[in-house]
């Protein structure tokens, strides 16, 4: 899902599918807005985790039908 075409992650699509989820523009994770303060590396880190992990459940869910 967010593998760019080696299968390694790409940063600029997690940057983009967590900006998506969050409501947020790309810029505003990166520098903060007036309402929300830039996202950290860790907070990066993890958004790619739980959606490395849902990719996992939808593709072992697909396999159960």
Same mark, same amino acid.
């Given at each position: /899902? +967010?593998?760019?075409?080696?299968?390694?992650?790409?940063?600029r699509?997690?940057l983009f $599918?967590?900006?998506?989820?969050t409501?947020r523009?790309?810029?505003? /994770? +990166?520098h903060?807005s007036?309402?929300?303060?830039?996202?950290?590396?860790y907070?990066? $880190?993890e958004?790619g985790?739980?959606?490395?992990?849902e990719?996992?459940?939808?593709?072992?869910?697909?396999?159960?039908?």
């Open positions: /899902l +967010l593998l760019d075409r080696h299968g390694n992650p790409s940063v699509r997690l $599918a967590i900006a998506r989820d409501g523009t790309v810029g505003e /994770l +990166l903060g007036p309402a929300h303060r830039a996202i950290s590396a907070e990066v $880190a958004w985790y739980l959606y490395k992990l990719a996992e459940e939808q593709k072992r869910a697909s396999r159960h039908k």
